[in-house]
Structures are given as structure tokens and as C-alpha cells.
């Protein structure tokens, strides 16, 4: 619990300020005076709880200038913890000992980990800087707006307000698990929650389609092996034609062969006859360079000499090439008349043309078929996958959906237990509804007012402070004085008896019933008046003369 603050700034009447483990009020006058410092010790306490709505104070920051805050807190038979906060550096908090020498300095953090650890030493689904936003409701924050007491601002979509609940009740580890398992499936939730499940393709589409290219491969191996005679009667041909045509192919491979040779045999003829040599004794100029002893004369007999075996050989070559030449036309004729023959008879041609068309039309269908039938098991594996990994985070939803009808039906039956205790059974206690989608509704049936909403909104903080034991509970003024008066006492006794510290604001006393007027002063753990003001002194009133 909150021990104590501490501020050398506040005046010496209330330099120190302690606290009791139950309900603390800061009260005003009976007037009603107004700004006297109420809500911005509200904002202290936040301040010490790791808040930062109080350093949105220009006008402290203006007039008090940098200050620290000392405040300390207890834990059952533990001795006390001291620490203090600068507002010059916000984001730190100093870990003290009694006397304030500093033991450590912690990030804000850190420091607010560690408060909630020793209030509740298992509590890490949620932080306390969420239990601030949406409970430490003072003066100028967003969540004191009666239209939305259930969020932190106006703006929170309702998903992220029933997440928060979700939390608070403890069952953080349902939407750890379906965003997890949403992220690892590659799932869109909300998709999950609004579809229907998946038609997925049969087996017996895919069967059929395993027929159909059973039936054509059959066709196909029908063609593929069937032999000569029965090929050519697969085209209407006979055998005498086919074994004419079979005779010319034969022939035209044994002369293909034989030009072949005597194309070879002529290449290297005229290869030969190609060989050049020195035309005189000039073309040898160049080796005297390197032989100077050799005559010109010795090298142009000895050339004369090669040049009378050349043009023997040459005319031996001529002679080669004139016979190679006429049986190579000879033979290139009689390709030429054989090829023309089996033209002529048309049968290999239309018989080749016609079978492979054939064979050719089937396997095209059969690759289209197979392509089609692997097309439709891998969709129906991907649909499968799909559909798996959606009924996993189905089943998680479905699980998260009961939880949240247990929040719903625990939530408003406390609710309406504590709407009883303030007002009786006479009225309708507020009550919350929530979709499959998280949408939800809040509110009192058949009652909208002011004083109604702002009912609810204490309602249902008190329900949460007695469902989901959140350490500390902050009203403002402007909140509690919406409340009826005969209905301000039994409040008042309901943030007493809940087992838990409840920081309240209350001004204009006299317009409370005795019995709560009591309680207040009871309770009171800081009165502030225009006479004693939280830092002793008004920076809202003209300057007179050059005094304030």
C-alpha cells in the first residue's frame, strides 16, 4: 500500500501526508472551493504510482519550478520501501532509504514492475500504467468520460477494450495463444470469427479426373506398340506397300553412307592439290638473313626439281577428282530418284504424319489432364492446411468466446450486487454485452442520464476492484458529485470495505447527508481550503500592488 508523500514543497501543515490501507479522501471546504489542489494531489499520487499526468501541470511546473516527491509504501510485515521522483527527470525513479540517501536509480519501468510485483506477485499480464489509464479516473483525463467508462480514451476500439478485460480477469494467456498460433498459421482472426468453414475439393473430382488420363494412356501405349502391319492398318495401308517403302529407305541408306565416303575421298584430293610451294629463288631472300652461306642458285634448282614432281602428282590428282566426281553424281542421282520414288508413294510420310498426331494429340491431353489433377490436389492440400489451422484458432476462439461469457456474467452480477447495495432493487444495475466480434454495449436499459452513466461508471470500477483485485482505485470530485447524495454513503462504504486503497477527491461538503460528511472527515487524509492550499499559496488570483 501507499505509506506516505512528501514534498518540501507543500506547506508545513501537511508536509507529510500518510495514508490508510482502506479508503483515503482529499476533501475541500464546505463551500466547495475550487482550486485548492484537490485533483492535482490525485495527479501526485499517480505520480507516484509511475504516472505522468501530473507533470502536465504547466502551471506547477511555472510557479513551483523543479521539485521531488518522496513517497513510500508497505507490504504486509515488510518494512517500508522510500523513493523519490524528480520532476526534472520523470523517466527515473530513485530508490531511498528513510533518511533519503539514494540506493539505486531505476527506470520508471522498472520501478513500476517492481510495485506490481509486490502487490501481487503473479500479476504480469497487465501493468500498472494500464491499471492508470483506465482507473486513476482524475479531473481532465480521457477516462473520466462518462459516455465510455470501460476505456482509457474516446478513441480505444472495443476489440482492444475486451482484450484489456480479458487480462484483468487473468486469462491473458488464451489471446497470447491465439496470436501466436494466428501468426505462426498465417490466420486473420477476425476473418476466422466471421467465415463459414471452407468447401474443400473432393476426392472423387480428383478420381475422375485420374480416369480420364488412364483411358487416354491406354490409347496412347494402344498406338505406341502396336507393330508394322498393324500400324500401317491403323492407317489403311498394306503390307506390299510398306515393304516397297521399306526396300527404298534401306537403299537410300546404303548410298547415303557411299556419299558420304566418296565426299571424304574428294576433300582430301583437293586438299592436296591445294598445296602450294616457292614460285623462284626470291621467295628465299628472307633466309639469308639467318643462313648467309646459301646460295640463291643451289635453292632455285632444287625448287625447279619439286616443281616438276608437283605437276606430276597434280596430274594424278585431276585425274582422281574427274572419277570421284562422276560417281559421286552418280551416286547423288540415284538418292535423288529414290527420294522421289518414296515421295511419290506417300506411304511413310502420311503414315509417320498421322501416327505421331495422333500420339501427339494424346499426350498433350494427358499433360493437360495430369497438370489439372496436381493443380486440384495441391488447392485441396492448401485447403486442408487452411482448414486445419483454422479450426485450431476456431477452437481457441471458441474458447476465448466462453471466456468472455464468464467476464460478462461475473461482471454484472457483481454489478448488480453492488447497484443494489446503493440504491436498492428498484432500479436496473448497469450491465455489459459483448458480441462474438468484441463489440460491446454498456449502460443502464431505459436509463441514459447524466447521474446514471456516472453511476456505472463507479459500478463497475468497484466490480473490478472486487473481481480482479486491482491494487488501487482513484475518483475524482467531478465524478463522485454526480452521485446523489443518499446514495454517496453506501459508496462510501462500498471503497471502504473493499479491501483495497481508494484515493477520492469530495469538495462542497455541506451537500452531503451527515453520515457521509463523517466518513469524509473520517477518511480524510488531506483537507486543503483557500487557506491552506496544497502549496500554500493561489497563483490564479490578480496580483494587487505587486502581491498576489
Not at 514543497?9 to 464546505?30: A, Q, W
Not at 491552506?532 to 499559496?537: E, I, N, S, V, Y
Request: glycine share 4%; net charge negative.
Amino acid at each position: 500500500m501507499l505509506l506516505s508523500i512528501e514534498c518540501d514543497k507543500f506547506p508545513e501543515t501537511h508536509r507529510v501526508i500518510t495514508f490508510s490501507p482502506g479508503l483515503n479522501s482529499v476533501v475541500g471546504t464546505e463551500a466547495g472551493s475550487n482550486a485548492i489542489g484537490k485533483s492535482t494531489f490525485l495527479r501526485i499520487i499517480d505520480f507516484a504510482f509511475g504516472g505522468n499526468c501530473y507533470l502536465k501541470e504547466e502551471e506547477i511546473a511555472r510557479e513551483i519550478g523543479d521539485h521531488e516527491i518522496y513517497f513510500s509504501f508497505q507490504f504486509g510485515n515488510n518494512s517500508p520501501l522510500y523513493y523519490c521522483r524528480k520532476t526534472n527527470d520523470p523517466y527515473n525513479v530513485i530508490s531511498c532509504d528513510k533518511e533519503k540517501h539514494v540506493i539505486e536509480t531505476m527506470a520508471v519501468l522498472k520501478y513500476q514492475r517492481n510495485l506490481m510485483e509486490n502487490y501481487s506477485s503473479n500479476r504480469f499480464d497487465i501493468s500498472l500504467h494500464d491499471i492508470s489509464e483506465h482507473f486513476f479516473r482524475i479531473y481532465r483525463r480521457l477516462n473520466v468520460l462518462e459516455q465510455y467508462p470501460l476505456s482509457a480514451k474516446p478513441s480505444e476500439n472495443h476489440e482492444t477494450t475486451v482484450n484489456f478485460l480479458i487480462k484483468l480477469f487473468r486469462h491473458g494467456d488464451i489471446l497470447n495463444q491465439i496470436q501466436a498460433m494466428a501468426k505462426d498459421l498465417h490466420v486473420d482472426t477476425s476473418k476466422v470469427r466471421a467465415s463459414t468453414p471452407e468447401k474443400i475439393i473432393s476426392l472423387d473430382e480428383i478420381a475422375d479426373i485420374q480416369t480420364t488420363i488412364d483411358s487416354l494412356k491406354k490409347r496412347l501405349l494402344d498406338n505406341m506398340g502396336k507393330n508394322e502391319v498393324a500400324q500401317t492398318q491403323l492407317f489403311g495401308y498394306n503390307s506390299q506397300e510398306m515393304k516397297r517403302a521399306e526396300k527404298i529407305r534401306k537403299e537410300l541408306s546404303l548410298l547415303a553412307t557411299q556419299q558420304s565416303k566418296l565426299k571424304a575421298q574428294l576433300g582430301a584430293i583437293q586438299h592436296s592439290m591445294d598445296i602450294q610451294s616457292f614460285d623462284s629463288a626470291e621467295d628465299f631472300e628472307d633466309l639469308q638473313t639467318f643462313f648467309p652461306e646459301i646460295t640463291m642458285q643451289k635453292l632455285d634448282s632444287i625448287n625447279g626439281f619439286h616443281d616438276k614432281i608437283r605437276g606430276i602428282l597434280l596430274g594424278e590428282l585431276s585425274k582422281e577428282e574427274k572419277r570421284l566426281k562422276n560417281l559421286l553424281a552418280r551416286c547423288d542421282r540415284e538418292v535423288t530418284r529414290l527420294q522421289n520414288s518414296l515421295k511419290d508413294s506417300g506411304t511413310a510420310q502420311k503414315m509417320s504424319t498421322q501416327l505421331v498426331s495422333e500420339c501427339a494429340s494424346l499426350m498433350n491431353s494427358i499433360e493437360r489432364y495430369e497438370a489439372q489433377k496436381k493443380e486440384l490436389e495441391e488447392e485441396r492440400n492448401r485447403q486442408q492446411k487452411r482448414a486445419a489451422a483454422k479450426k485450431q484458432v476456431r477452437d481457441l476462439l471458441e474458447q476465448e468466446r466462453s471466456t468472455i461469457r464468464g467476464i460478462e456474467n461475473e461482471l454484472n452480477s457483481t454489478m448488480s450486487e453492488i447497484n443494489a447495495s446503493l440504491i436498492g432493487d428498484a432500479e436496473r444495475a448497469p450491465s455489459i454485452h459483448i458480441a462474438a466480434n468484441k463489440d460491446f454495449t454498456f449502460g443502464i436499459r431505459g436509463n441514459s442520464s447524466e447521474g446514471a452513466a456516472f453511476r456505472s461508471m463507479v459500478v463497475y470500477d468497484l466490480a473490478i476492484l472486487k473481481l480482479c483485485d486491482i491494487p488501487v482505485l482513484i475518483h475524482d470530485s467531478n465524478i463522485l458529485k454526480r452521485i446523489d447524495d443518499h446514495q454517496l454513503e453506501q459508496l462510501l462504504e462500498c471503497y471502504e470495505n473493499s479491501g483495497h486503497q481508494v484515493f477520492i477527491a469530495y469538495d462542497r461538503l455541506s451537500d452531503t447527508t451527515e453520515k457521509a460528511h463523517g466518513k469524509l472527515l473520517e477518511c480524510a487524509a488531506l483537507r486543503l481550503s483557500k487557506e491552506d492550499l496544497l502549496f500554500g499559496r493561489s497563483w490564479s488570483k490578480k496580483k494587487i500592488g505587486g502581491k498576489a
